[in-house]
């Protein structure tokens, strides 16, 4: 019973862990861990380009620093 509830609290921490992501005008976002893990970087850096575009209309990323370990 123990073993099921921990391991029942992984699955759901891991589900919905996110990371933050701090936008060009400010603004910092929680972006899910689970889309992450199915990306290589460039397709990580190109998506976050797109969250900066619509959280801050009219201003683009100048860099999108990824820092993973």
Same mark, same amino acid.
């Given at each position: 019973?123990?073993k099921t509830?921990?391991?029942?609290? /992984?699955l ?10 701090r936008?060009s !005008?400010?603004?910092?976002l929680q972006?899910?861990q689970?889309i992450?893990?199915?990306?290589? /970087?460039?397709q990580?850096g ?5 969250v900066?575009?619509q959280? !801050? ?5 100048v ?5 993973y370990?």
């Amino acid at each position: 019973m123990k073993k099921t509830i921990l391991l029942s609290a /992984l699955l759901v921490a891991g589900v919905v862990s996110a990371f933050p992501f701090r936008t060009s !005008c400010g603004k910092v976002l929680q972006v899910s861990q689970t889309i992450a893990d199915n990306m290589t /970087l460039d397709q990580l850096g190109n998506y976050l380009g797109d969250v900066n575009s619509q959280a !801050c209309p009219g201003t683009g990323p100048v860099a999108i620093k990824i820092y993973y370990h």
